[in-house]
């Protein structure tokens, strides 16, 4: 396994509030990576600085072994893709157009899509299971229909680094599973796979690592065991977890929460 | 996520048959566009035939061609400028409109909701009454696209502020609203007897008496505009997904924006120092378009500029078949198909929000 996505000191302001602190990270390729921590913790700043979205007021971020600055915009986009939170296509287009999207980092200026584009919309739609509604407008989907079709636009890129916003939320619990499944499956192509999560039993469950943010910095890291510890949940969430053991032998799952 | 089987149908769609159903599309959009372009042309050439002193087609024709007499002169000067110029100008309202629409996500924005086209016309008024358009015939359209410009470089402004739909179409009626009072503030002032009728004649748009020069400087300002919209069509595909997701594909946001804020003032600036503000083209064509475009904004330019110019080639036949004398101006007969499309199109959103 190697890092791909590495945070070094970074820091980034808004004006005078600094909003990430101090970041030191990696982020493992063939892993999923779990951003955990409570609102307002700087879960999405340190997805958008990631992607050079913010500028870094210190530090630096590496990705693929090379700092953000030096990537050239279009080679940047083929490698890392972004999910940003409750996305939407603003105009009703056809899903499989939104999906092509996500091939524009690979085609030069006025070409149309070429067979390989074809080919990597079409696997992408597959793996999500929307390629029942690949001809139909986006308008016309449910909510959850959209949701998958907007996932496989970020894959259908094949970035080495996949970063998702809030992927899992508004989604029932069967697609929340499945979502998971399906950042899971990419993570065993070798995708670097970071994602930040609003439902604590669902990281824990089904991350290999958890990073937990607080104000900006980062307040715990590692196996789901350790960054969400009774200690660190504590100190951090300000709540104590019942812990239910998994009997298929699993990892124990977090049940249900209360305030200490 | 739902399994295959709880859809019933088959996971994976056949490739071919998905390829198929795309380029069927894109084939429908691209048939449109034809049809346009030849209903352009037809409109077109009907302006061509129509007019005060009555000269036979052939004669027009040939006149065209080698300019000799009276029929050479009608054509050549005075028949042929109007005809092109319908069509330049429909051009470049109708490409605009598509891609103002593309950069604010919205269907409302257009040139001349937006104000764009009223300051067009302030620039223009400023450069024609204080004797500015006689020190070089290049000044004319830039006040015009400099008035374009100075709009649009506002709206923009506030909507990277956040400003949502109906902040920008407000903005744009009270920008309209103070570019039409200082144009007539300026024509008050200026020593000119016809004052009055020459303001109708810039807030209501006219082809009329325009000359080969008009189109000669309004041609290759309008193609240049047009040009740099097309270089942002891409990035205005991108901008669907939102600003971030655009950026995380590798689009330069801030030069799409400038892009299509500079291309549309070029385009509208120039054809509004021709002929006036012409209202509700930019508006209605690329709405009528979208679905034939499979609601892209990047094949939404093309047809929309072909359709912009049927629009106004057909109005500027129209104008002259319900009012031989020359009475009646090109802007009222947009205006009168534009407005209450305009009113529907809001009653539309306020039912789907």
């Known amino acids: ?27 493992e390729a063939g ?29 630096t971020v590496r990705v693929l072994n090379k700092p953000l600055a030096m990537w050239p915009r279009g080679a940047l986009a083929r490698a890392v893709a972004y999910l940003p939170q409750g996305g939407e296509a603003k105009w009703p287009m056809l899903a499989r157009e939104v999906v092509m999207l996500g091939r524009l980092p690979h085609r030069p200026a006025f070409a149309a899509p070429q067979a390989t584009d074809d080919r990597a919309v ?39 680094v996949l970063l998702a916003d809030e992927p899992a939320a508004f989604l029932d619990p069967a697609h929340q599973l499945r979502l998971m499944d399906l950042l899971r499956e990419e993570a065993r192509r070798g995708t ?13 469950r089904h991350c290999d690592e958890i990073v937990v943010l607080q104000e900006g910095r980062v307040a715990a890291d590692g196996a789901p065991d350790i960054a969400l510890s009774d200690e660190a949940l504590a100190r951090v969430f300000g709540v104590a977890a019942l812990r239910v053991p998994d009997p298929g032998g699993g990892r124990d799952a977090l049940a249900s929460f209360r305030r200490v | 996520m739902r399994t295959a089987a709880a859809t019933g149908t088959e996971p994976r769609v056949d490739d071919t048959v998905a390829l198929g159903r795309a380029s069927i599309g894109e084939a429908r959009g691209t048939r449109v566009a034809v049809a346009l372009a030849a209903l352009a042309l037809g409109f077109a050439c009907w302006s061509f035939l129509l007019g005060p002193y009555d000269l036979s087609p052939r004669a027009l024709f040939t006149g065209v061609l080698d300019g000799q007499g009276v029929a050479g002169v009608i054509a050549q000067q005075i028949r042929f400028p109007r005809a092109a110029l319908a069509l330049v100008i429909g051009a470049a309202l109708g ?13 409302l924005a257009s040139p001349d909701v937006t104000g764009v086209t009223s300051t067009a016309g302030l620039g223009a008024v400023l450069a024609l009454y204080f004797g500015l358009a006689a020190i070089h015939p290049a000044i004319l359209p830039a006040f015009a696209i400099a008035g374009a410009l100075a709009t649009a470089g506002i709206l923009y402004l506030l909507s990277r502020r956040g400003a949502g739909v109906v902040a920008l179409i ?4 009270a920008i309209a609203s103070f570019a039409t009072a200082l144009t007539a503030l300026a024509l008050s002032f200026s020593a000119n007897p016809y004052a009055m009728s020459e303001m109708v004649l810039w807030m209501m748009g006219s082809l009329k008496d325009r000359t080969l020069d008009d189109l000669a400087y309004a041609l290759p300002l309008v193609a240049v505009g047009l040009a740099l919209l097309m270089t942002a069509a891409r990035g205005l595909d991108a901008l669907t997904l939102g600003e ?46 979208r679905p034939f475009c499979g609601y892209r904004p990047a094949q939404l330019i093309v ?7 049927a629009l106004v080639a057909a109005a500027d036949v129209a104008v002259r078949l319900i009012a031989p004398d020359g009475q009646l101006l090109l802007g009222v007969v947009t205006a009168m198909l534009g407005a209450p499309f305009f009113l529907w199109l809001i009653l539309k959103m306020k039912r789907e929000p």
Do not use: W
């Open chain 2, 170 to 173: 407000l903005a744009g009626v």
């Open chain 2, 95 to 107: 490409g605009s409109g598509a891609a103002l629409q593309g950069l604010f996500c919205n269907p």
């Open chain 2, 303 to 309: 047809p929309s500029a072909i359709g912009g110019a």
């Open chain 1, 1 to 27: 396994m190697s890092a791909t996505l590495i945070f070094e000191n970074a820091a980034v302001r808004y004006g005078a509030r600094q909003v990430l602190n101090d970041i030191s990270l990696q982020f």
């Open chain 1, 192 to 204: 670097t796979v970071a994602v930040t999560l609003h439902d604590l039993p669902l990281a824990a």
């Open chain 1, 122 to 160: 079409s696997e992408a739609l597959a793996r999500c299971d929307a390629g029942a509604f690949a001809e139909r407008r986006m308008d016309e989907l449910s909510a959850g229909e959209r949701t998958r079709v907007l996932f496989a636009r970020a894959l259908a890129t094949g970035a080495p």
């Open chain 2, 244 to 289: 971030d997701a655009a950026k995380s594909l590798g689009v330069d946001v801030a030069s799409v924006r400038g892009r299509v804020i500079v291309g549309v003032a070029l385009a509208t600036g120039a054809a509004t120092a021709v002929a006036g503000s012409i209202g509700f083209v930019g508006l209605v064509v690329p709405h009528l378009l």
């Open chain 1, 31 to 59: 892993a999923v990576t779990g951003i955990v921590g409570p609102n307002g913790a700087g879960k999405t700043t340190l997805l958008r600085a990631a992607l050079g979205l913010l500028p870094l007021a210190s530090g």
